[in-house]
């Protein structure tokens, strides 16, 4: 949170002329279950009466392929329920809305925008993944309450998602960026040389 602060003190000292945030899907909402630094900072940049775009990325798809959810390994484990879809969004189309936003100021100043590229559910995101690299890669479902136990602050987050907490509109979204992935397209021109890469340093 003072990092953020003192980033954002810095940009108006300096009479920056568009600040551009990256924060957190349904920042706001996820504030009202804990403690949550990304709304803190929000909260502060409205303060200082910065020209502002906010932008609120959901899961990252490239974060999804990794190790914490256990699919170097062969399996996609997560304490997300298997009914709810989960909108995804890859790094490089955050970076895409942040070029927009500098691009075209008098449209994004001022806006707080929830990103996201794709919307798929547990099962769905483990079939893709699947049918992508070629390996059988099933979900399996951490019970919540298993997961309250050994991290609370986590499962608060997951009991967010769960609830949808996420709320970006995919459709205006695309068509404000084109290019905008969804997580078939991203396994094909990144995630697959990333889940690659992983499981070989995973055997070894």
């Known amino acids: 949170v003072r990092q953020g602060k003192n980033v ?19 920042a706001q909402g996820q504030s009202r279950l804990r403690p949550f630094s990304k709304w803190e900072v929000e909260q502060y940049i409205q ?24 699919v170097p390994g062969g399996t996609f484990t997560t304490a997300f329920n298997p009914d709810v879809a989960v909108q995804l969004i890859a790094v490089d189309d ?17 806006k707080t925008i929830e990103i996201a590229g794709d919307a798929l559910t547990p099962p769905q995101i483990a079939a893709e993944i699947s049918r992508t690299t070629g390996r059988f890669i099933p979900y399996v479902q951490i019970p ?8 609370a602050d986590a499962a608060l987050a997951y009991d967010f998602v769960n ?3 996420y709320q970006a509109d995919i459709p205006v979204l695309r068509k404000l960026h084109p290019g905008l992935m969804d997580f078939a397209t991203w396994l094909e021109k ?14 070894n």
């Open 8 to 26: 954002a003190e810095v940009a108006k000292d300096a009479s920056v002329q568009h600040f551009v945030y990256a924060s957190t899907g349904g």
């Open 163 to 165: 609830k949808g907490g």
């Open 144 to 151: 919540i309450e298993t997961l309250r136990q050994h991290n």
């Open 94 to 110: 955050i970076g895409a809305f942040a070029t927009l936003a500098f691009d075209h100021p008098d449209s994004y100043v001022g």
């Open 47 to 70: 303060t200082l009466d910065l020209p502002v775009t906010i932008l609120r990325p959901t899961a990252f798809m490239d974060y999804i392929i990794g190790p914490t959810f256990g």
């Open 190 to 203: 990144e995630g697959k040389a990333k889940f690659e890469a992983l499981v070989y340093i995973h055997r």
